[in-house]
């Protein structure tokens, strides 16, 4: 049974850095691609980064890019996503999410229960 497993959100302040981990279990971490999505309340889930078996990176914008950083350790089967310079737009519940392919636009396969990152002004 495969399980997707987030931490580390919470309530932070505007301006404050928080990273996100993801422990996998029941795959094989090292041959998916991990990714980071968000949805904040009364909109669409939204795709923030992905990282590919290989340590191959991409980000939905040069924005998120800025501030976000996602890494994996496949000793540890777990997915990170640091964030730093949070501003209350980026109140949302993160998930991350797991697809045996690296080809861009194809689903992913499992999901994360998600955690909630909450930003005050």
């Known amino acids: 049974q495969v399980q997707l497993v987030e931490s580390g959100g919470g309530l932070v302040q505007a301006g404050d850095s928080l990273r996100l981990s993801c422990a996998a279990s029941g795959l094989t971490f090292s041959r998916y691609t991990m990714g980071w999505f968000r949805q904040a309340p009364g909109k669409e889930r939204e795709f923030l980064a992905r990282?590919?078996?290989?340590?191959?990176?991409?980000y939905a914008s040069d924005a998120v890019k800025g501030r976000f950083t996602i890494s994996r350790d496949n000793a540890k089967n777990t997915v990170y996503l640091q964030m730093s310079s949070l501003k209350p737009d980026d109140t949302a519940v993160y998930y991350c999410a797991a697809r045996r392919t690296s080809l861009p636009g194809r689903p992913y396969d499992y999901w994360g229960q998600g955690t909630q990152v909450t930003v005050s002004s």
């Open positions: 990282i590919t078996w290989s340590g191959g990176t991409t």
